[in-house]
C-alpha cells in the first residue's frame, strides 16, 4: 500500500489509527483502532541543503575502484551534521561510501568519501538518487524522487 503524504504536512512522528478503504463501486469499509508502526515526517524547514557537488564528474575505473567526494552545504543542523547517507543506482558499476558520518568544512559545506567500483564489462555509471540527511538533534532532510522530496 502506499500513501502520499500532502505537501505542507506538519514534521513530526504520525502513527495511523483508522483506515478507510473504498473499492471501485464506491464502497467503503473503515477500520478503528489500529496499532501500526509510527511514521516520521520530515521537512526541510529545519535542517536542508544545497550547493550538491561531486568532486569528479567522471572517474577512470577500468583498473580500478576510483574514489571521490560528495559535498553540500547544510544549514540549520543543530549539534552538526551526524550523518549523510547516500543512495545510488548502478549500471555496470556500483558506489558506495564507506562512512555515513560525513568530514565538516568550512562555511557549513560537508563532504563523504564515495567509491565507484571497477568497471566488469565496458563503461559504467552511477547515479546518486536519494540523499538522507541527519543533524547531531535527529531532524531529517530527504532529497530525491524515492522520498517525493525535492530532486
Not at 478503528?32 to 526541510?44: C, M, Q
Not at 583498473?63 to 555496470?92: E, H
Not at 565507484?116 to 540523499?131: E, F, K, P
Request: hydrophobic share 40%; glycine share 12%; with cysteine.
Amino acid at each position: 500500500m502506499f500513501v502520499e503524504i500532502p505537501a505542507g504536512t506538519a514534521a513530526g512522528t504520525w502513527v495511523v489509527n483508522t483506515l478507510t478503504l473504498t473499492n471501485n463501486a464506491g464502497q467503503s469499509q473503515t477500520t478503528t483502532g489500529l496499532d501500526e508502526a509510527p511514521i516520521t515526517v520530515t521537512s526541510d524547514h529545519v535542517v536542508s541543503a544545497s550547493g550538491f557537488t561531486a568532486s569528479a564528474i567522471s572517474v577512470n575505473d577500468w583498473a580500478g575502484s576510483a574514489p571521490f567526494t560528495v559535498s553540500m552545504k547544510v544549514a540549520g543542523a543543530q549539534n552538526g551534521v551526524a550523518s549523510i547517507q547516500l543512495i545510488w543506482f548502478g549500471n555496470g558499476a556500483s558506489c558506495t561510501q564507506s562512512s555515513t558520518t560525513p568530514t565538516a568544512g568550512a562555511n557549513g559545506v560537508y563532504s563523504v568519501a564515495v567509491q565507484m567500483s571497477q568497471a566488469i564489462n565496458g563503461a559504467a555509471t552511477c547515479t546518486l538518487d536519494d540523499i538522507i540527511i541527519t543533524d547531531g538533534k535527529g531532524d531529517v532532510a530527504l532529497y530525491g524522487t524515492d522520498f517525493g522530496a525535492p530532486r
